[in-house]
């Protein structure tokens, strides 16, 4: 049933999702248009708010391209891309393929956001390399993983309201990671999200005359390395000394970080790890460089979309739109149904402001004094924004950018399956929420 229900919806997303960066633009357009519609802002504020904030993700932007091509060298390093191959080779089928790579999507990503879109992308070409699978559906179920970032250990609205002296600390004191992420409501959500999403990616496979595979040989990460020394630089090039000693002073930093002080992950740890241990593993500097020269064909989307995101996050926020999308929501709440509606406006705003702790500062102003007034759980209404965020990040091509440029495909490829994700876990996210 779910096969025949996602065949139609990925044939209408193949031929009318425009790609990403003409998303953006259109995503633009409507924001430039509404903030003077609705906020009565004048086409001077609007492009001032926009210019403003352009280039506000720059160092976002390279966080991202860090996870796109630091995960690349590490999946692409002979050890790794062996130990990958090695895994993938427990699949005998493609229905075995699709369960794997969702349920390593999924914990990947409860463990760290950045984490979880490498390893899903790595893992899914991985996969194809040694299973006839429909490679779209494989991908796209290594993106749905993604749906619990918010709810895992690195959510940034759990962690916010955790952490001493966050910007509504005054209105709500310290908020536990026991009244959210551990929280018995969020542990049963994602329970059921980590059973129901597989199953639904499993239930989409399409039959042999609809797939769509991937040549094996086409999944090759890099070509072969010279590693002859005809010069004296080429001795250096090619020298493992050179690289374990740099590698391991990042390795040893990371150890003292993790064991002596206890630290946690988070997007910069994750890239330092990433770095280097390809570093290492590559033993060369020469086969990593072959390596990075592969993966930054990939970033070029990161680059010109994420200050255009920027641009529409500032609109957003500084004209009142988002503020004002989320009041909208709120004012037929009640105390049983906030955690939903809160939900359902974060997911919407989520299209417009894809940043969690971005969201969260332009809507908890808004969800905070509803849910005092209401008598509302506003941990719970914490939680529905969190996962309101991570919901329509299914269907947000800002997310998607890196595990794209990994797989080597384009949104309209993996949009579809993503959309039947969509609908099935916005049911029991809204359930979760509600009566848990």
């Given amino acids: 049933m779910l096969a ?45 708010y926009w210019g403003n904030g352009f280039w506000a993700l720059l160092t976002f932007a390279m966080q991202m391209l860090l996870v796109l091509v630091a995960g690349f060298m590490l999946a692409s390093s002979p050890p790794v891309k062996k130990a990958l191959d090695k ?25 760290n956001w950045g984490f979880g879109l490498v390893v ?12 006839k699978v429909d490679y779209r559906l494989l991908v796209a179920s290594a993106y749905s993983g993604f749906v619990i970032w918010h709810a895992g250990l690195a959510g940034s609205v759990p962690l916010t309201i955790a952490t001493p002296g966050h910007f509504t600390e005054g209105q709500i004191g310290i908020v536990s990671t026991d009244l959210t992420i551990f929280a018995t409501f969020n542990l049963l959500l994602v329970l059921s999200l980590i059973i129901a999403v597989p199953l639904v990616n499993l239930f989409m496979l399409p039959n042999e005359r609809d797939s769509i595979h991937v040549d094996p040989a086409k999944l090759e990460d890099v070509p072969p390395v010279d590693t002859t020394n005809t010069r004296p630089a080429d001795y250096l090039e090619n020298s493992r000394l050179i690289a374990w000693t740099v590698g391991g002073a990042g390795l040893a930093f990371l150890a003292y970080y993790f064991f002596v002080n206890s630290g946690s992950l988070n997007l910069n740890v994750v890239n330092f790890l990433f770095l280097f241990t ?5 033993q060369t500097p020469r086969s990593l460089l072959a390596s990075l020269n592969e993966g930054i064909k990939g ?3 990161i680059v010109i979309q994420f200050p255009f995101y920027a641009g529409i996050m500032a609109i957003m926020v500084q004209s009142g739109l988002a503020q004002s999308i989320s009041s909208a929501f709120v004012t037929f709440a009640t105390v049983d149904t906030l955690p939903f509606w809160s939900f359902i406006s974060a997911g919407f705003v989520n299209i417009f402001v894809p940043s969690g702790g971005g969201q969260w500062a332009v809507q908890a102003p808004i969800m905070l004094p509803a849910a005092e007034a209401l008598g509302a759980d506003v941990a719970r209404v914490a939680m529905a924004v969190a996962w309101g965020d991570a919901w329509t990040n299914l269907i947000q091509p800002f997310w ?5 440029a990994i797989a080597g495909l384009k949104a309209r490829d993996i949009m579809g399956f993503c959309l039947v994700q969509l609908i099935i876990t916005g049911v029991i996210i809204s359930l979760g929420l509600t009566f848990f």
């Fill in 400 to 404: 998607a950018l890196p595990v794209l």
């Fill in 87 to 111: 895994l993938a080779g427990v699949a005998k089928s493609a229905p075995q393929a699709i369960i794997m790579v969702t349920l390593v999507s999924l914990a990947a990503s409860w463990i």
């Fill in 4 to 48: 025949n229900l996602a065949k139609p919806l990925v044939k209408v997303v193949d031929r009318y999702l425009p790609d990403p960066y003409i998303f953006v633009l259109l995503l633009t357009i409507v924001v430039f248009v509404a903030a003077m519609l609705v906020e009565q802002k004048t086409p001077l504020e609007v492009v001032n």
């Fill in 299 to 301: 970033g070029a989307g």
């Fill in 278 to 282: 390809a570093i290492v593993l590559h």
């Fill in 120 to 131: 899903g992308a790595l893992f899914a070409k991985a996969l194809a390399r040694q299973v």
